[in-house]
């Protein structure tokens, strides 16, 4: 076939219109979203004392954590889906929970403290925390990746890793309704290290299956 | 004896030979901005045209930017020390994600440097399955003029081989519209097919190739 054949038969299938990527990937989150909600409701539920908890400045900064992780990286994952566009200049929205828990940290570190540091560290909940975000990280990692591959982003792994930052920000918003362990050490420590896991798996499926 | 041996060709013979371009005082880098600008613009109002559901507009800019695209691909062959030959697949592999991508284009943003970011990005995806070591130079689209290469429409070999592995329907729907240039009413009533059932075809068919070309 040579190119004016081609052009020939793109212009005929004009009148085909594809959604936007925003689109695609919302659908295909909240697809996803059920069987990260499944998981929680079969292993793991919201904490028993969540009604006291509500009084702790330092449960409600959870969410707070997770969701700045999660909303910005869903901007910054449709911005990325345009072939033009650079990451540069949206990185900083992903200092946003980096930020937050520095606050945390070192409000927590002028109160008295509750208990010794490194019990505040370790928690309960370490390695169920380790598991759990990953686990229902992965239907929601699969949704933002089929979401993602409508686009068209210039670094296919960094998509992916954005992908990885979205699912586990969700699925550690579930997950910290359930853990009862409030301190940002905590979070800083354990949250951190499955995000990072999920990111890695991300970043390595994306530079697979984004390339478009 | 003397008069016959060849004198050396030296890399820097260009640099010489450019000059005398330059000392027309015409300022030649500005016409070339100014040409090339003017160019952007239309292409960013026949692909806006194109979106709301021009046809027309849309042949007319694809027409537009092959010879560009051609020039751009060569010379990013070129340096890469490649066959120019290439040059033609990777121009309908641009065309293809073009089609297949351009909801992403934000219409409110310049149209080329999203097509040209397109035609990087398959560029180094060509020369990366050559086991080449790549550095695109982020200035081969942008710079490229279309009358650096000669007005030929080279015929591509993957396109053409992937053709043959589609299902029936797709091929034949695609050899219709394209090497036929049958009319989408006139495919349907030739291939005893629904208008719809066409325009499927057409899409899985073009989409599919995508595809292919992608992962072979």
Redesign the interface.
């Known amino acids: 076939m040579d190119t004016d054949q081609l052009i020939r038969s793109l212009a005929a299938d004009n009148a085909n219109r594809a959604p936007r990527v925003g689109a695609v990937l919302t659908m295909a989150l909240l697809v996803a979203a059920p069987f990260s909600i499944l998981f929680f409701a079969t292993f793991l539920g919201v904490r028993a004392d969540v009604m006291s908890a509500m009084h702790n400045p330092f449960f409600d900064m959870k969410f707070a954590v997770t969701l700045s992780l999660a909303i910005p990286a869903i901007i910054i994952s449709l911005h990325l889906s345009r072939p033009e566009a650079l990451l540069r200049g949206w990185a900083w929205l992903l200092l946003l929970p980096v930020g937050l828990l520095a606050v945390a940290i070192g409000s927590e570190a002028m109160m008295a403290p509750a208990m010794p540091m490194t019990m505040r560290l370790m928690g309960r909940n370490s390695r169920v925390c380790l598991v759990a975000i990953p686990a229902m990280s992965l239907p929601l990692l699969a949704g933002a990746l089929f979401g993602l591959r409508h686009g068209a982003p210039s670094s296919p792994a960094l998509a992916g890793a954005l992908a990885g930052l979205v699912s586990a920000g969700l699925a550690a918003t579930l997950y910290a309704s359930h853990c009862t362990d409030d301190s940002p050490l905590f979070v800083a420590t354990w949250y951190t290290l499955a995000t990072a896991l999920v990111t890695a798996i991300g970043a390595l499926v994306g530079s697979k299956v984004l390339r478009y | 004896m003397a008069a016959s041996v060849a004198r050396p060709r030296l890399d820097h013979e260009f640099v010489i030979y450019s000059t005398p371009r330059n000392k027309l005082k015409e300022r030649p880098n500005c016409l070339v901005r100014a040409r090339v600008r003017g160019r952007e613009d239309e292409w960013t109002g026949l692909m806006r045209s194109?979106m709301a559901?021009d046809?027309?507009a849309?042949?007319r800019l694809?027409?537009a930017i092959?010879p560009v695209l051609r020039a751009a691909a060569r010379r990013g062959l070129a340096r890469a020390g490649q066959p120019p030959d290439q040059a033609?697949d990777i121009?309908?592999e641009i065309?293809?994600?073009v089609?297949?991508?351009?909801?992403?284009?934000?219409s409110e943003a310049p149209f080329a440097?999203?097509l040209?970011?397109?035609g990087?990005?398959k560029l180094i995806?060509t020369l990366r399955r050559r086991g080449k070591r790549v550095f695109v130079n982020i200035d081969d689209f942008a710079e490229a003029l279309p009358g650096e290469v000669p007005q030929e429409?080279?015929?591509?070999g993957e396109?053409?081989a992937q053709?043959g592995t589609l299902p029936q329907r797709q091929r034949d729907v695609?050899q219709s519209?394209?090497?036929e240039?049958a009319?989408?009413k006139d495919t349907a009533a030739k291939l005893s097919m629904s208008e719809g059932a066409v325009?499927v075809a057409?899409?899985r068919g073009?989409a599919a190739l995508t595809a292919k070309l992608?992962d072979h």
């Open positions: 194109a559901g046809d027309a849309y042949h694809l027409k092959t033609e121009v309908q065309l293809l994600a089609h297949l991508k351009r909801h992403t284009w934000d440097p999203w040209f970011a397109i990087r990005n995806d429409t080279a015929s591509a396109v053409a053709l695609l519209i394209a090497v240039a009319s989408i325009r057409l899409h073009l992608r």
